[in-house]
T-cell receptor, first 117, second 109 residues
Framework: DTGVSQDPRHKITKRGQNVTFRCDPI?????LYWYRQTLGQGPEFLTY????????KSRLLSDRFSAERPKGSFSTLEIQRTEQGDSAMYLC???????????????FGSGTRLTVV | DAKTTQPPSMDCAEGRAANLPCNHS???????VYWYRQIHSQGPQYIIH???NNETNEMASLIITEDRKSSTLILPHATLRDTAVYYC??????????FGKGTLLTVNP
């Protein structure tokens, strides 16, 4: 396992188009997270899955955003009707968590950089 | 709502120890202190975490004051590859980490 993979690395899209990003977590990790990072800021939490269940969504995740993790493996983040303000780095992370599990930290992917023109 | 305060930037000479401070005066009893770093154009990388006791691993040491209101991340022998933004984060469980702006550590040759 080579870590958390994100695809694509870069995406340029026109305003109003839909985009979808994919994240492949570390296979034994049951938790998966999406973050967004704009220039000069730290990553901001978007949403969190434990296995296939989406347990929390940030208020940043407007109705145009949707995330899925079917079968508790890979995850997708879709943005509909993109706006220029959606331009950012979208980061995925995974971890192994639960009762009795010692913390080993998140493993982040390298991110998908979205540019909306 | 950042619950930690870090200097925006610091410099360190290559080979010397880098000591990165973090203030967290409002930390609650069950909150851990986590440190991550982000090298340019990469995702953040977990470094270390602690609750009360000082911790050490192969990457760094974490010193937490007795009152837990501040902590220091120590990179014992900084290299050029340690140049990164370092984030000090509080959390009560291992999800939903809230990142601030962190400290940009520049290691100079």
């Amino acid at each position: 396992d080579t870590g958390v993979s994100q695809d694509p690395r870069h995406k340029i899209t026109k305003r109003g188009q839909n985009v979808t990003f994919r994240c492949d977590p570390i296979s034994e990790h049951n938790r998966l997270y999406w973050y967004r990072q704009t220039l000069g800021q730290g990553p901001e939490f978007l949403t969190y899955f434990q296995n296939e269940a989406q347990l929390e969504k940030s208020r940043l995740l407007s109705d145009r955003f949707s995330a899925e993790r079917p079968k508790g493996s890979f995850s997708t983040l879709e943005i509909q009707r993109t706006e220029q303000g959606d331009s950012a780095m979208y980061l995925c992370a995974s971890s192994h968590g639960g009762a009795g599990v010692s913390y080993e930290g998140y493993t982040f992917g390298s991110g998908t950089r979205l540019t909306v023109v | 709502d950042a619950k930690t305060t870090q200097p925006p930037s610091m410099d360190c000479a290559e080979g010397r120890a880098a000591n990165l401070p973090c203030n967290h005066s409002t930390i609650s009893g069950n909150e851990y202190v986590y440190w991550y770093r982000q090298i340019h154009s990469q995702g953040p990388q977990y470094i270390i975490h602690g609750l009360k006791n000082n911790e050490t691993n192969e990457m760094a040491s974490l010193i937490i004051t007795e009152d837990r209101k501040s902590s220091t991340l120590i990179l014992p022998h900084a290299t050029l590859r340690d140049t990164a933004v370092y984030y000090c984060i509080l959390g009560g469980s291992n999800y939903k980490l809230t990142f601030g702006k962190g400290t940009l550590l520049t290691v100079n040759p």
